[in-house]
């Protein structure tokens, strides 16, 4: 039966425009921590700047979605804030994370050099390796 007050009380589903291989420059939009369907992910959303990926051209946006499923996903994240930051690993602390997803955004208008490379995962499917350069503020 159709249900009209459910489908008006949902929250729109936004699905991720992620990037393939290739070289970009991004100003980071945000990062978040969400809850969705998929279980809790860690998300940055940005505008790309600078593309060697037709299909991702500059004045695009995308996002680089972590989920926290898996083995991997807090060293990504804590290496994500390492290199954006260009900070020892060591001065990465909860607060430093906290500060990263807060409302106030501590990285947003962050410009930053990212670098994909498709890869293998164990299992043999084709996965998108981020990596993330040292940023400067809002130097587009």
């Known amino acids: ?14 699905g991720g425009v992620y990037l393939s291989a290739g070289t970009y420059r991004v100003k980071i939009l945000c990062c978040k921590y969400i ?8 998300i940055v959303e940005f505008e790309i700047l600078e593309s060697t990926d037709p299909k991702r051209p500059p004045g695009s946006q995308a996002s680089w979605y972590v989920g926290m499923q898996h083995p991997s996903a807090s060293s990504n994240i804590k290496a994500f804030v ?3 930051l260009a900070v020892d690993e060591s001065e990465i602390d909860e607060a430093a994370i906290t500060a990263v997803i807060e409302p106030t955004n501590c990285l947003a208008g962050l410009v930053c050099p990212l670098r994909c490379v498709e890869v293998k995962t164990r299992d043999g499917n084709p996965f998108t390796k981020h990596f993330w350069e040292a940023g400067a503020d809002d130097a587009a």
């Open 35 to 42: 809850n969705s369907f998929k279980g809790e992910a860690f």
């Open 1 to 14: 039966m159709f249900n009209a007050a459910a489908i008006a009380a949902a929250k729109a589903a936004t």
């Open 82 to 84: 390492r290199d954006v």
